[in-house]
């Protein structure tokens, strides 16, 4: 897994590049924290590059979501592929995380 985060017109991007499994969660959820606790209000997961994502990683979007949810934040997701969206459609995360197939959708809608 590759992860790298950037800002755009007031956002911070994470992208996640690869597979999002127990190691890779870890590291995502170590990053996530550090972006909140150093105030970030706006949260855009690029999901372009990602290839798998395990219950954990799902587990690490809510606490994004919990805890921006408190401060009237806001957090999205982009570049879902169709196998990974329907993940989130079983999930039910569809109904909690706006989704957008591209970045400028997202970072428009934000």
Sequence with gaps: MAMNHDTENGVTILTIDGNLDAEGTQAMEEKVVALLEGGETKL??????????????LR????AYQRLKKTSGSVAICGVKDYIQEVFEVSGYDRIFPLYGARADALAGM
């Design 44 to 57: 855009l997961f690029d999901f372009t590059g990602l290839d798998y994502i395990n219950s954990s990683g």
């Design 60 to 63: 690490v979007l809510v606490l």
